[in-house]
């Protein structure tokens, strides 16, 4: 059965902890969503990790719906939640509504997320007026990556600290039906997911949200370029792949690859046909 957001709100009543995985594409799609994942998450983190950027900023809308309508393919089950990429929401409230609806018509999404808490509220507030599920994301917010000098743990003092409780407050009362919280200490993240009436979704938030998400290529060790101390490598992908690689172009060149199992016959009588 499709999960909807009230799958979202009934999860944290229950106390049943929120799975979500990134994914960019159909056939990790799929795999995720047979294997029970919750929510996927076509994250702008597909600037890094598809297209090689080093950071999310370039990321278009373009981009998005094309790995949106893709993954939606994927995900019988999942709830798919699409990221509004850099200066798709930020430049007015109109923007936003139009973007996070060509995120659902094109895009094919069930729900959009967005950076940012008091400042977007009323941003939210209006997509969700347009009956659009709204996912909000506060803390670390990497299309913020310039004004904060690099990728840091936000939240460690007072001010810092209330400033993201008061964004967790904005993006529940603009009507979000759940919000990722992005690298904060787990006391703060813990906390907030006590005082919100909606789910939180922590990635380097500790243990205390209602629900988790990694970046799929981080969580399989297939992504080198940097690996957060918030991740934890569930395999070493990366390592297997350049195996299987490696021993095809050495089969390929010493003439293993391919076998007669591998290969297609025909009648010797057309063949005689044709060389004589
Ligand atoms: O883009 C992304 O993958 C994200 C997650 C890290 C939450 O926003
Ligand atoms: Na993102």
Known sequence: ??????????????GEKITMLTAYDYTTAKLEDEAGVDSILVG?????????????????????????????????????????????????????????????????????????GVKFEEHIRKIVDASIPVVGHIGMTPQSVNSFGGFKVQG???????????????????????????CVPTPLATYITEILSIPTIGIGAGNGCDGQVLVY???????????????????????????????YCSEVKNGTFPKEENSFKMSEEVMKQITE
């Open 217 to 247: 290529q981080d969580m399989l060790g297939m992504y080198s370029d940097f690996t957060p101390k918030f991740v934890k490598k569930y395999g070493e992908l990366g390592e297997s792949m350049k195996n299987c690689f490696k021993q």
């Open 44 to 116: 702008d983190s597909l600037g890094m990790v598809i297209m090689g950027y080093d950071s999310t900023l370039s990321v278009t809308m373009e981009d998005m719906i094309h790995h949106s309508k893709i993954v939606a393919r994927g995900a019988k089950n999942a709830l798919v939640v699409t990221d509004m990429p850099f200066m798709s929401y930020q430049t007015s409230v109109y923007d936003a509504v139009v973007n996070a609806g060509r995120l659902i018509k094109e895009g094919h999404a069930d729900a959009v997320k967005l950076e940012g």
């Open 1 to 14: 059965m499709k999960n909807t957001t009230v799958t979202f709100k009934n999860k944290k009543t229950d």
């Open 156 to 182: 460690k003092n007072i001010d810092d600290a209330k400033r993201i409780i008061d964004d967790a407050k904005a993006v529940e009362r603009a009507g979000a039906f759940a919000v990722v919280l992005e």
